[in-house]
């Protein structure tokens, strides 16, 4: 296969360092976007005189009749090709012969590839972030299910206060929106047209640049073409957002496989998402929640390694950068495929109302409304805790409940509670009396469930 550079070279490459320094089994995924460019690059090259219009027109025709066969999937490029932008030309020059080779006039593959890949960014950024509002929704609409169901809340994976089971799915919402938001402000680094930086000095021809980046909707045009060839922030930036993500998710799926360890869950996994054991036959097990955490280490991972491969490398370009579209492609398709995963799971979730209520009954989780009660008769803060506390520690030594504790025994440890302090010892009372926004309370979950659902709305 012709090569975009052989002139100066007399010997053939080395047939294991050309496999070796082939990238096209990666960047073949950037082939739509090569052609988009090649397109717009075209009436670029019309309009400063390098192309005629009988040419220009030749040319945009047997793009466009590529991009056709590549939407279809009948496009059949030469798999031994170097990378995507030499496959591209091959396959114009089989076409329409010579008039091809004028294509590649002011642009290099530095370039070219920077481009393409920043559109191949914008476009699946895009992807992820639509995947991330149905996810968000997909919650919102589970929270709207169980707004009465009332769990304890745990710290420390201990058994805390009260919450609705509402309450946490919204949590969830909140940390997939502060994922969400990253991969948005990540756009603002594709959203530049990067052609006309050349090599690395900018081309000798008068090439409309602001002209092209309309052509690919962008909305601003390189200041630096040095700068260009070597930067690959935009790579670095994405795919920090989507560990980010990745994160979130491994932190909802510990919260969904911690819930349902010994004894059940609250929050129960479809069994479509679940496997069996090849030796124990009663098992169930929740892989898809223990592969979704663990695939956070793949995306930081990928992010680690664009890290190290920029680290201290020289700015303009160097071909180590080729290896970003590894860690690129890997974290950008993995995560597509485990966010859609993701909003089916959380659509099929059941809510067993059984298990929360049957949680309840660990009467601890009322220590702090105790405290608090105290308060409103007039004990300090810290005061009240203290006996609380003591209260609580008595209770667990007497394996008896809060509330079956009679009034005089209480009133030992906590000398101001009176007869209503047994209406503390009731979930519901529990998140009724939380007045905060964001809070806990039905009122607070019902508004925020009510923005989300506008919000998410297309
Ligand atoms: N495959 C290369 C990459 O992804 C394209 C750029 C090649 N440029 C060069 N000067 N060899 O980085």
Request: charged fraction near 25%.
């Given at each position: 296969m012709k090569k975009l550079w052989g002139g100066r070279f007399k010997k053939k490459a080395d047939a294991g360092f050309e496999r070796f320094s082939a990238s096209f089994i990666w960047d073949r995924r950037l082939l739509p976007y090569d052609l988009e460019i090649d397109a717009a690059h075209v009436k670029a090259l019309k309009k400063c005189g390098v192309l005629s219009a009988a040419e220009a027109s030749t040319l945009s025709a047997a793009i466009s009749d590529l991009a056709e066969k590549t939407r279809s999937g009948r496009l059949r490029l030469?798999?031994?090709?170097?990378?995507v932008h030499s496959a591209i030309q091959e396959a114009l020059r089989k076409k329409i012969?010579?008039?091809?080779?004028?294509?590649?006039?002011?642009?290099s593959r530095n370039d070219l590839v920077s481009q393409s890949t920043r559109l191949y960014c914008r476009a699946e950024c895009l992807k992820i972030i639509e995947g991330a509002r149905r996810l968000k929704l997909a919650l919102v609409r589970q929270a709207e299910d169980c707004q009465e169901v009332l769990v304890p809340g745990m710290t420390h994976l201990q058994n805390a206060q009260v919450v609705s089971q509402a309450h946490i799915f919204l949590a969830y919402v909140q940390m997939i929106e502060r994922a969400q938001f990253r991969l948005r402000t990540a756009l603002t680094l594709f959203?530049?047209?990067?052609?006309?930086?050349?090599?690395?000095?900018?081309?000798?021809?008068?090439?409309?640049q602001k002209m092209i980046a309309r052509e690919l909707g962008l909305s601003r045009i390189t200041q630096n073409s040095y700068d260009v060839s070597g930067d690959r922030d935009f790579v670095l930036n994405f795919l920090s957002s989507i560990t980010l993500l990745g994160i979130q998710f491994s932190r909802i799926a510990e919260d969904l496989l911690v819930g349902q360890a010994?004894?059940?869950?609250v929050v129960e996994l479809d069994e479509a998402f679940c496997t069996g054991s090849s030796m124990m036959p009663q098992k169930k097990n929740a892989d898809f929640l223990e592969l979704a955490r663990g695939a956070s280490a793949v995306f930081a991972a990928n992010f680690a390694g664009i890290l190290l491969l920029l680290k201290g490398l020289p700015s303009s370009?160097?071909?180590?950068?080729?290896?970003?579209k590894k860690f690129l492609f890997d974290s950008v398709e993995r995560c597509e495929e485990l966010l859609e995963i993701f909003i089916r799971v959380v659509k099929t979730l059941k809510i067993n109302r059984e298990r929360a209520r049957e949680l309840?009954?660990?009467?601890?989780?009322y220590a702090t409304d105790l405290a608090d009660y105290l308060v409103s008769k007039g004990t300090p803060f810290a005061r009240a805790h203290e006996e609380v506390g003591r209260l609580v520690s008595f209770a667990e030594a007497e394996k008896?409940?809060?509330?079956?504790?009679?009034l005089d025994l209480i009133q030992k440890f906590a000398?101001?509670?009176?007869?209503?302090?047994?209406?503390?010892?009731?979930a519901r009372h529990s998140v009724r009396m939380k007045k905060t926004a964001?809070?806990?309370?039905p009122a607070e979950v019902r508004r925020e469930i009510r923005y989300w659902k506008r919000k998410l709305k297309k």
């Open positions: 030469n798999p031994k090709a170097e990378d012969g010579p008039l091809a080779d004028k294509l590649h006039t002011a642009r959203d530049v047209c990067v052609l006309g930086s050349g090599a690395l000095a900018g081309v000798s021809y008068d090439l409309d010994r004894g059940g869950a370009y160097n071909r180590d950068l080729q290896w970003d309840l009954k660990d009467e601890s989780i008896t409940p809060l509330s079956k504790i009679g000398p101001l509670a009176e007869g209503g302090v047994y209406a503390i010892f009731d964001g809070s806990a309370h």
